[in-house]
């Protein structure tokens, strides 16, 4: 019975014993209580008050032998408390943890994660996702510029992008905005952004919208995906054109869609379907410049494809992510600008005209389709960066025509653009030249 009595004497001996060691410097510009918090888990870690059954004075006790406040005890024992130095226990009082934070990081411990010894279970959602092809050009891309000239597919000459435009301009709307482009912004997209989106689209591809019917986004694949999980059910189908875009199967897939490929003709996607395939909910194509094959699809068969979605209640996916270029003559109005029955989703971006690391695309929504949209947006990742979304804006307004026209000039003074591209860049530069300011 009297060994029993001691040992608790023992071991608040013992932590008194440290305690008596704690110096505080009340000069000093360190808190008290980060003095205290710091001494006393330096003498945890040295062993002096060993573990699990060395028990604390209290709080009071150790105020008044120190000679401080409680609520500066009481500071420093909670912090010790949240890094796992003590434990309470209920009518007992605060005792050192079992085991140390300290214990969990041995001499011995690997520095890298060990593999998993069997495989990870892995949804059918990714099993269906086509692997992506070798040579896939989001790789190439990534490795850099290499000596000569990159025939890689779909990536623009980023080294003429106007980098000393692009951060004045950045500066500028940082200053103006200031801290309002570092807060979370509109689902929708900046509404400077969508009001130039939508002057530029209405003036160059004759599109019929306003600025509440477009999403800004991430990009051609995310404007895709919001697409698909807003207009189909999994299972349901979707066509295709045969060939396409290699990201268009692997977002749908994603999205669980049933994929029928269509075959392509002279004029575009040719509009078949066989009594067994299901009706098509979404239909994709890229009317402007096929991919991979160049074809622009021709007026008739736009019309052909659009009376085809109103009659069977389906929306066409319009993909128009390069229609600034062009070797000759303007371009054909977008589907979306001679659409009479809200059956077109348009999708656009700056990833060729300017450069792919912006991330930034856009959305024109059917008007019903809108908060859908806007919903899917929300719950995938908020928005893309304002600041960049404002810089974007400016650039388009302000600050994107003298860039290019000038540019365009000086390589034409020069002879630095030959006669057998002379037209499709001068094409390009007046196009992207006409950003009216916004309403």
């Known amino acids: 019975m009297a060994n029993r009595k001691s040992r608790p004497q023992k071991r608040r001996r013992r932590s008194i014993i440290a305690f008596e060691m704690i110096r505080l410097n009340r000069t000093a510009t360190e808190p008290l209580h980060e003095q205290l918090y710091r001494q006393i888990r ?5 062993g002096r008050f060993g573990e699990g059954s060395s028990r604390l004075p209290s709080s009071r006790a150790l105020a008044t032998d120190r000679g401080i406040s409680r609520s500066t005890v009481r500071l420093a024992l909670s912090k010790l408390h949240a890094e796992g130095y003590l434990r309470s226990k209920p009518g007992s009082g605060t005792f050192v943890a079992n085991l140390l934070p300290e214990s969990f990081l041995t001499a011995n411990q690997p520095k890298t994660c060990q593999p998993i010894q069997r495989p990870a279970r892995i949804s059918e959602r990714v099993k269906a996702i086509p692997d992506a092809r070798v040579g896939n050009q989001f790789d190439l891309g990534a490795t850099g510029a290499g000596p000569g000239v990159s025939l890689v597919a779909s990536i623009p000459a980023v080294d003429e992008f106007p980098i000393a435009a692009w951060e004045r301009l950045r500066a ?15 689902n929708r997209g900046d509404v ?29 694949q995310q404007a895709m995906l919001i697409s698909a999980m807003a207009v189909l059910n999994p299972g349901e189908a979707a066509w295709i054109e045969d060939p396409c875009y290699q990201q268009t199967q692997r977002v749908l897939s994603l999205a669980g869609v049933k994929i029928l490929p269509k075959a392509l003709d002279t004029q575009g996607i040719v509009i078949a379907r066989s009594r067994k395939e299901p009706m098509p909910r979404i239909i994709y194509v ?4 096929q991919f991979p094959l160049g074809v622009t699809m021709s ?14 209640n ?17 371009p054909l109005p977008s589907l979306q600008g001679i659409d009479n029955a809200g059956r077109v989703i348009y ?12 991330r930034l695309g856009y959305i024109i929504a059917p008007e019903q389709l809108v908060d859908s949209f806007v919903k899917i947006r929300s719950a995938m990742d908020q928005h893309s960066s304002p600041i960049e979304q404002a810089t974007l804006a400016c650039f388009m307004t302000e600050g994107f025509s003298l860039v290019i026209s000038s540019e365009c000039e000086k390589s034409t003074r020069s002879g630095e653009i030959s006669s057998s591209n002379n037209s499709m860049s001068c094409l390009v530069t007046v196009s992207l030249c006409r950003f009216p300011k916004p309403v």
Do not use: W
């Not at 389906?314 to 303007?330: K, L, T």
């Open 42 to 46: 330096d003498e945890l870690k040295s």
């Open 172 to 186: 500028q709307v940082l200053t103006k905005k200031g801290v309002n482009l570092l807060r979370y912004s509109s």
């Open 192 to 220: 400077d952004l969508r009001k130039a989106i939508a002057a530029y689209l209405c003036d160059f591809r004759a599109g019929r919208c306003h600025p509440d019917q477009i999403v800004i986004v991430a990009g051609m």
């Open 286 to 289: 890229t009317p402007s410049h």
């Open 299 to 312: 007026f008739q068969r736009r019309t052909d494809l659009l009376d085809f979605a109103r009659a069977h």
């Open 314 to 330: 389906a929306f066409i996916f319009e993909d128009d992510y390069d229609a600034e270029f062009r070797f000759v003559g303007p």
């Open 347 to 358: 999708a656009g971006t700056v990833s060729k005209i300017l450069c792919p690391s912006l």
